[in-house]
């Protein structure tokens, strides 16, 4: 099972987070990107953009804060982080 942890945050307090879930045969990549999609759609937000920072953060962690600058329009929080919780 893969799952994915996706929370917003503002001035160090959690807003609202959310487990998404996926048990498909996909990529792991497939994956990520599906439950980004997921999560902003509960969230009411756009996707953003991964930069390279978010990127290379990314693979190194397994965990990614998406800010400001990863949106195009403007977001009420300071960022959001996404975090692998569990992979097959």
Known sequence: MFRLWARTFK???MLQDICIQDPSADTR???VFHALEQAC???DLSVPIWLDKTISEFKRH???RF???NFIESIDFDYL????IEED
Do not use: P
């Open 11 to 13: 001035d160090n307090h």
């Open 29 to 31: 990549t497939h994956k």
């Open 81 to 84: 982080e996404i975090q692998i």
């Open 41 to 43: 759609g509960q969230f």
């Open 67 to 69: 800010t400001k600058d």
């Open 62 to 64: 397994k965990k990614a």
